[in-house]
């Protein structure tokens, strides 16, 4: 038989007089639970975290101060519960310094578990350097107070001086350093090829090993995070820390020991302009967030200097599931991306940056070229194509007026001459009437055409047959197709040619990255 849970009075209390207004609880609810008897408080104790949620939608300052003041001194109340709930209902009208000092003396007083845990998350919320001084005196190696004393530094390091990424700061100890260049399923080879290609970085880095999504490199000098960003074609950058293995007895310790490693600490204290604080992040697994905050905690205790801080970190963690156990790897958080500053505005299901740099290093250069994107959205293929050099006009269309706006913007934040860029509104199977392209005039046609999962298409098998047509009879001999196919379909023309293929995650499916040539 199944049994009935418990009501929670509290709870139920609570819903009751949360809507209604703050006079009617101060003057009616409040005078009663202060006169009540110990038994009438404790069933009446949802009023205490309703008033601080009415307070905080309903009131007026002075009325919050009064809030404010009333739960300061529940906090001497001889029930434990009501001390708990008034705790909780203090950051809701604002905290302040009051409140932190009487909440730290109740750690002067013998106090249960469960209240420890009252006093560490109010703290979380509304210290300041007077709980870093206490939670610093006490030398307790309570895990819940360790958590306290992260957010609180995180907080203050946040309003003190917002941390950022520094991009041109040397990293000479390069011995042993192993970095991964993390992207898209499929990317990697476009990757791997970019760096071996690169004039200057070629010589500056070996690659290790290349796996789906993964570039795994070595530096050879000393480099900047700027000299990497030179590469166009990775998602992130992340310097690999340590490895914990699958039969590992310990593995919040483990982690901890990793996170809180002198190479963490190396790295964070040369790249961050402020207090480094990181985002503790599992990859491709789902961790209870108990777990995660019980390993970010351990790393505290083993370096209080390094904080976990979710919000606005210059830092991410990130735990990835490897052959020989998990890889823990530290990724800066570089926001905006400086390669891709010009992308002021963006349209639905556009192309990822380093997607559309990559269509444009498979495409080549070629000098006097002629370009055309029949599909253009937000012009990424376009301008990733211009950047390289040899392109005499440009030419974008679009069925959808807004792409063509946001394509304009892009165009002019990525500083492309205005008299070499030709915009249209229009399908591309009238591209005569629409853009003027005459027969076998495009140098090269580079486009990522509706893929028929985040934009639907009717009949997306006739639009890519349509699409091959059209690119035969427009490009001329030599010319280049590359686009993304999202079908398992080739041209049936045989002057148009089969020369690359790449199988690329989009996020969450696969498409064929192509490159075709026109004989």
């Keep these: 038989m199944k049994q009935n849970k418990p009501v929670n009075l509290g709870k139920e209390v609570y819903k ?49 101060d009064q809030t404010s003041e009333w739960l300061i001194g529940l906090l ?89 990424i520094r991009m041109d700061a040397k990293i000479k100890e390069t011995r042993k350093l192993r970095i991964h260049l993390r992207t898209r399923r499929g990317m990697e080879l476009f990757v791997r090829d970019e760096l071996l290609a690169h004039p200057k970085l070629k010589s500056r880095f070996k690659v290790v090993r290349t796996s789906p999504g993964c570039v795994a490199i070595s530096a050879l000098r000393p480099f900047t995070l700027a000299d990497v960003y030179e590469l ?96 823990v790897e530290l990724r800066p958080r570089v926001l905006p991306d400086p390669r891709f500053t010009y992308r002021v505005d963006d349209v639905s299901a556009s192309t990822h940056p380093p997607l559309a740099a990559a269509m444009a290093q498979l495409a080549g250069i070629e000098e006097n070229e002629s370009i055309w994107d029949p599909f253009c959205g937000s012009a990424l293929e376009l301008i990733e194509r211009a950047r390289l ?52 005039s495009i140098s090269l046609i580079i486009a990522n055409p509706p893929l028929g999962r985040r934009v639907r298409i009717e009949d997306l098998q006739g639009l890519i047959k349509d699409f091959f047509q059209v690119a035969t009879d427009t490009l001329r001999p030599g010319g280049r197709l590359v686009f993304i196919n999202p079908l398992k379909l080739d041209s049936h023309d045989p002057t148009l040619k089969l020369e690359a293929r790449h199988l690329v995650d989009l996020g969450g499916f696969d498409c064929r990255v192509e490159k075709w040539l026109k004989q």
Aim: with cysteine.
């Design 389 to 440: 050099g040899g392109v005499d006009s440009i030419i974008a269309s679009d069925r959808d007026a807004d792409a063509i706006e946001v394509a304009r913007l892009n165009f002019e934040s990525a500083g492309i001459e205005s008299g070499k860029v030709a915009l249209h509104l229009g399908s591309f199977r009238n591209y005569e009437a629409v853009t003027g392209i005459a027969r076998r």
């Design 76 to 164: 001497q109340d001889p029930d434990e519960k009501v001390r708990r709930y008034a705790m909780a209902a203090l950051p809701k009208v604002g905290g302040g310094e009051e409140s932190e000092k009487a909440i730290l003396e109740i750690l002067d007083q013998p106090a249960g578990e469960i209240e420890v845990k009252s006093v560490s998350k109010t703290l979380s919320k509304i210290g300041g350097e007077a709980t870093l001084e206490k939670l610093e005196a006490l030398h307790d190696d309570n895990e819940v107070l360790h958590q306290a004393e992260q957010k609180v530094k995180a907080q203050l390091a946040r309003k003190e001086e917002p941390a950022s």
């Design 232 to 327: 166009r074609t990775f998602g992130s950058i992340n310097f690999v820390l340590g490895v914990v293995a699958k039969n590992e007895a310990n593995h919040t310790a483990a982690l901890a020991k990793i996170i809180a490693s002198e190479l963490t600490q190396l790295l964070c204290s040369k790249l961050t302009e402020g207090q480094p604080r990181y985002r503790l992040q599992f990859m491709r697994a789902k961790v209870p967030p108990r777990k995660v905050q019980d390993i970010a905690n351990a790393a505290f205790g083993l370096c209080p200097d390094l904080l976990n801080d979710p919000r606005k970190s210059p830092w991410a963690i990130e735990v990835y599931p490897e052959k020989v156990g998990q890889s």
């Design 16 to 64: 009751q007089l949360r809507t209604q207004s703050w006079d009617e609880l101060w003057h009616h609810e409040v005078p009663l639970f202060d006169a009540g008897t110990v038994e009438y408080r404790s069933a009446r104790v949802g009023l205490v975290r309703a008033i601080g949620v009415v307070a905080l939608e309903k009131a007026t300052k002075e009325q919050r």
